[in-house]
């Protein structure tokens, strides 16, 4: 039973949280939601990742006096190296994304996606 | 002189760090420095085409054998490529330092393009999906911050949300791939996807054309394109036209004859219908447009459909160094110059709607003439570049007897040229609207947009030589 | 109805994804490292003829010729095999943190946000965390190679000592164009480390220092110089943003 709710977990868990994201990316009107929303896809992503990369009963890649030689039971190094570059990215996008929050805001007097479209198109 | 690939990204990298530090001394001397750092890239290009042969072949990077560490592929055709694309980018370079540099913060912009031209690099260069989704968001930002040139944050705002959702399921199918085959080089990646069910890489497949739409202006993610294009500056619309969609095609062909070669008909097969209905979709909303910097948006969505779909014809059966790959590469080619003239030439009159083009060709006559020249080649007329690769491409498409294909592709090509003929003739044969103010185009833009011209009409007298040095791309590469 | 259709596209997608991708997938158990790039990196035996071969050999403590020398593998992934990932991302955050001075560094109604009167114990207790607090990030990124922690998370522990001093002193200012000058600085010498390795080795970012006893804080050859200037670019790229989000007087 733990077994199964183990892996339902580790896998579902990062998808539901990146279609949480996806539905506030199709259903949200305001600029900021949708920063939020790709926020939340990346943390569902970021998950996904680290998830891939878990092994049951390792510990974390790091050669230490206990854990001195090659056959020990390590992790993935590999995704988690990954994840630091995605969560990089992620934060250099949503500090530029926000500063276009702020532009937008200041140039339509609104965060309505909606109401920037009429003015666009006008 | 040391003579690695790597260079095309670093020398641009190493102009952008030096910008700020240069900025704090003098103001303007930042002009210099990405000039040029581009032309010592266009010099070592120059270099590495000559040192090396056509088959492909894979430098490492740290030092560390290939399948394991990041390793860039490179050969005289991939050079080639590169060099039309860098060529371009350094005309826009030069329209921005001269034009558009006092438009807004010269220092962002400025820093924005030179990076951006060495991620464009990285994404034709690189071999290794990861490394690839680093470079691919590292242009993308430098689109975003190019998008805003001209005040146009809504559209950049736009970009970026669609292109982040790209680019995370890019994400997604990267370390799903790395998961199951253990590994995160393109080439090596096909070899290790052997025990999986048929529906995995149906799925995978799905994922990463998605993902990678964005970028290349195919259809599920494709919404920004037009609207950017409209907003940005010419500098920017040239980058966007020219610099970044060829290099984001370039790169979506790369996965799709390395990561997925050979094998996947149903992949494959969708791709093409995909692609063809990109472009019949991209050409019949660009026949109803009435401004031109929007019809040169769709018809770009049109000709990245064209080349995709043509390419996937070729991969469904197995092989790649056939003669549609081929004309397909050369359409990409060709694409590179006849967008960046349109686009320049167009922008350099200053207006886009049709209203405001009547009959500018009578008091613009040179210009006129140069984006005319442009606009024949894009449509295929004979003694111009664009002909020779839609003729290439239909005739191998009928050696292959892929009649529905050919009769796709003619019946957009209609579409194409009425509403580009439609263009010209509001720019020959309307009455000019005295009202409008005609803006002075100086001898720099001139040089420029005959440089571009010249090319067009080189590779309209020589087809068969220049598309033998790009054809058979991929050769000598699968490990 | 829109929030209809969003669902039902969130739930398809679901499908596919559950369908498709996750039957293949090896995790928790099924996850092992017998074929993947991930083994070859815990062993440091990229360049060996027969990468993924078992092997039984004390690496902690011990001076080897192996060919990375980073008892934090993580840190060896990031800094010396995939390092061309590394200088990527760094200059996507210079990139971003560009962009972000081109929207906001000229905009008239971009004020100082200000608050009534700081916190007495925090204005207070800010002289004395500041060094500490900056400390503690150098230390971080400092022994990214042989423990948790490096540049990028070391970086930011530097950064949030400046959203401290903004919260704490209503009159701090950071002086930005120093900021630059080391964001720049930093960014120059890993490119020049990268190329001192093509001239002496031969290739990109090759290592070409003594590697030295794993575990030890002077080992690992280049990567803890690489790690303290990304460090070192991080912290001022992200002492930056809030510089340019909190905005001028």
């Known amino acids: 039973m733990g077994e199964i709710i183990n892996y339902w977990t580790f896998i579902y868990g990062p998808l539901a949280i990146f279609l949480v994201g996806v539905y506030g990316l199709l259903t949200q009107k305001n600029l900021f939601k949708l920063v939020i929303s790709i926020n939340i896809m990346d943390l569902g992503v970021n998950l996904y990742i680290i998830a891939l990369g878990y092994m049951d009963n390792a510990s974390a890649p790091i050669y230490t006096a206990k854990l001195a030689v090659t056959s020990s039971r390590f992790v993935d190094p590999v995704p988690q190296a990954l994840v630091l570059t995605s969560i990089v990215i992620s934060v250099a996008v949503t500090a530029f994304v926000l500063a276009l929050v702020i532009k937008n805001y200041e140039k339509y007097n609104t965060l309505d996606l909606i109401k920037i479209k009429g003015i666009e198109n006008d | 002189m040391i003579n690695e690939p790597v260079l095309l990204i670093v020398i641009p990298l190493f102009a952008g760090f030096l910008i700020p530090i240069i900025y704090l001394i003098s103001k303007k001397a930042i002009k210099y420095i990405p000039i040029i750092a581009v032309f010592y890239n266009l010099f070592v290009l120059i270099r590495l085409i000559q040192i090396n042969s056509t088959s492909l072949s894979y430098f490492t990077t740290g030092g560390y054998k290939v399948p394991f560490g990041i390793n860039l592929i490179f050969n005289s055709q991939i050079g080639i490529i590169l060099f039309a694309i860098n060529l371009l980018a350094l005309i826009a370079l030069i329209f921005f330092l001269k034009k558009e540099f006092h438009l807004v913060n010269s220092f962002a912009y400025t820093l924005g393009f030179i990076i951006a031209i060495s991620a464009v690099n990285g994404m034709v260069l690189t071999g290794d999906l990861f490394n690839l989704f680093v470079f691919m968001e590292l242009a993308a930002i430098a689109g975003y911050i190019i998008a805003t040139h001209k005040r146009g944050y809504y559209p950049s705002f736009l970009y970026v949300i669609i292109s982040t959702f790209g680019s995370l399921l890019f994400l997604l199918g990267t370390i799903t791939i790395y998961n199951v085959s253990g590994t995160l080089n393109m080439a090596s990646v096909s070899e290790n996807l052997v025990d999986v069910s048929p529906h995995f890489i149906v799925v995978l497949s799905v994922m990463f054309i998605v993902a990678l739409s964005s970028e290349s202006e195919l259809l599920p993610l494709n919404a920004w394109v037009p609207k950017v294009y409209e907003k940005t500056s010419i500098t920017g619309s040239i980058f966007f036209g020219s610099v970044l969609s060829t290099a984001a095609l370039f790169a979506v062909i790369k996965v799709l004859v390395l990561v997925f070669k050979g094998g996947y008909e149903y992949l494959f097969n969708s791709l093409t219908i995909i692609g063809l209905a990109t472009l019949l979709i991209g050409e019949f909303v660009a026949f109803k447009q009435r401004n031109v910097r929007k019809i040169v948006a769709y018809s770009s969505i049109a000709q990245a459909g064209l080349i995709i779909s043509a390419v996937s014809v070729s991969l469904k059966n197995g092989t790649i160094t056939d003669s549609i790959f081929n004309a397909a590469m050369f359409q990409l080619l060709n694409n590179i110059f006849a967008k960046g003239l349109i686009l320049l030439g167009v922008g350099l009159l200053g207006y886009y709607s049709f209203e405001k083009l009547k009959g500018i060709a009578g008091k613009k006559k040179f210009a006129s003439i140069l984006i005319t020249i442009g606009v024949l080649s894009i449509i295929g007329m004979p003694p111009f570049a664009g002909f020779w690769s839609k003729f290439f491409l239909i005739k191998s498409l009928i050696a292959n007897k892929m009649i529905i294909f050919v009769a796709i592709f003619l019946a957009s090509a209609i579409f194409e040229v009425y509403y580009y003929l439609r263009f010209i003739q509001n720019m020959y044969y309307e009455e000019f609207d005295s009202k409008i103010k005609i803006n002075q185009i100086s001898a720099v833009s001139y040089f420029l947009m005959i440089s571009l011209s010249f090319m067009i009409i080189y590779i309209g007298f020589n087809p068969s030589s220049v598309m033998k040095t790009i054809s058979d791309i991929f050769t000598g590469g699968i490990i | ?249």
Not at chain 3, 69 to 84: C, F, G, K, P, Q
Not at chain 3, 106 to 124: Q, T, V
Not at chain 3, 159 to 180: I, P
């Open chain 3, 1 to 249: 109805m829109k929030k209809f259709w969003a669902i039902i596209t969130v739930l398809l997608i679901l499908f596919f994804l559950g369908s498709g991708l996750i039957p293949d997938l090896k995790i928790y158990k099924q996850n092992n490292l017998s074929q993947k790039t991930g083994k070859v990196y815990l062993n440091r035996t990229v360049n060996d003829d027969s990468p993924f071969k078992e092997i039984d050999k004390k690496l902690y403590g011990e001076a080897n010729d192996v060919e990375n020398n980073a008892a934090n593998s993580v840190t060896s992934v990031i800094v010396d095999y995939r390092a061309l990932d590394t200088l990527g991302e760094v200059t996507v955050l210079f990139l971003a943190i560009t962009g972000v001075i081109a929207l906001l560094g000229k905009s008239k109604k971009n004020n100082r946000i200000l608050f009534e009167k700081p916190n007495y114990i925090l204005n207070a207790s800010s002289k004395i965390l500041l060094p500490l607090i900056v400390l503690f990030g150098f230390y971080i990124f400092i022994h990214g190679h042989i423990t948790p922690g490096g540049g990028f998370q070391g970086g930011t522990i530097v950064a949030a000592s400046v959203l401290m001093m903004y919260f704490a002193q209503n009159n701090y200012k950071l002086k930005n164009n120093r900021m630059k000058v080391l964001e720049s600085f930093s960014g120059l010498s890993f490119l020049i480390f990268g190329l001192l390795g093509i001239f002496i080795m031969g290739d990109f970012l090759q290592n070409f220092l003594e590697l030295g006893i794993m575990g030890k804080l002077f080992s690992g050859g280049l990567i803890p110089i690489i790690y303290i200037l990304v460090g070192l670019k991080v912290s001022a790229e992200l002492s930056n943003v809030v510089y340019e989000f909190m905005g001028e007087e």
